[in-house]
């Protein structure tokens, strides 16, 4: 069936709500990254799913928080900034029966943009029913404007189908605008950067993989279809870097195996990845090294 109808969704909450891991549900395969870290995300990235006759694009965006630097002052302003010119907002939640500042805060961006909003309410394969009722009532007395309350689970499937079939009522007239196929506006690059540092936040305790940033330097296919990968890891102290390294080089060979992994699915080819380990001190508090990174502002 080819596709007539567009809608543009924005999926935003409050940090480690499952925005990615429902992103990636939904798409079907793996384009944002998920840990169980605050602030994995940290661009805003498009998710492309055709249903039927009608081409959904999900914008997954990093949580809402009080940024603490410049990469946070960025992320903040990418969240409300994808919150103008869409066709609708899903604002996730957990199961609990209490509406905390982030949300708020987005809920007020929602009602100043006047865009129709759905509450999701996700990981309710965590609680039992009836629990989910007062948590409808408090979001209910936060703000009487949802256009519907759908209770999902990103990890199990549940929900979704109704998910989708609220979503239809959004869609527009209009032109397919990513080709059969696609499934993410990252470029195959940038996708693999973002695998690798999913690996660090996997590995890595407390703020370590908060202060890492991944950059790919080489990105090229041999006549044989094998890539060559080279990646820096930049951290902000000697320290860290030590503990990325590991001993006899132990953890960056764990990081860059899982990475490996990952992009090989990912490609659908072989992958030669090299990493390195570089310390760029402070650089989340460094304006134009953040943007250097590829975090850009719209």
């Known amino acids: 069936m080819s596709i007539t109808k567009t809608a543009m969704i924005t999926v935003c909450g409050r940090p ?71 066709d609708c907002a899903l604002l996730l939640v957990e199961p609990i029966p209490h509406v905390g500042g982030p949300e708020k805060a987005l809920i007020q961006r929602i009602r100043e943009e006047k865009i129709p909003c759905i509450l999701c309410i996700n990981k309710i394969d965590t609680v039992e029913p009836a629990a989910l009722l007062p948590v409808i009532a408090a979001y209910s007395e936060a703000w009487d404007g949802f256009d519907a309350v759908i209770p999902i689970s990103a990890h199990t499937g549940g929900g979704l189908d109704e998910l989708m079939e609220e979503l239809k009522k959004y869609a527009a007239e209009g032109p397919q605008l990513f080709p059969d196929g696609q499934t993410s506006d990252q470029p195959e690059r940038a996708v693999c950067g973002e695998l690798l540092r999913e690996k660090l936040l996997l590995c890595l305790d407390k703020e370590i993989p908060h202060g890492t940033a991944v950059e790919i330097e080489k990105f090229s296919e041999r006549d044989t279809g094998v890539v060559d990968v080279g990646a820096v890891i930049y951290c902000e102290k000697a320290s860290h870097k030590g503990i990325i390294i590991g001993k006899q080089g132990a953890m960056l060979k764990k990081i860059s195996s899982l990475a490996r992994h990952d992009m090989e699915k990912f490609m659908g080819t072989k992958i030669y990845l090299e990493t390195w380990v570089k310390v760029k001190e402070n650089w989340r508090d460094n304006v134009n090294y953040v943007r250097s990174l590829g975090y850009r502002e719209e």
């Open 16 to 86: 480690n709500v499952g925005k990615s891991s429902l992103t990636n549900t939904l798409v079907g395969e793996k384009i944002a990254i998920v840990s169980n870290k605050a602030q994995t995300t940290r661009n805003r990235i498009y998710g492309v799913v055709n249903r039927e006759d009608t081409q959904y694009i999900l914008l997954d965006t990093p949580g809402l928080h009080r940024p603490k630097s410049a990469l946070g002052d960025y992320m903040v302003k990418v969240v409300t900034a994808s919150l103008s010119d869409v």
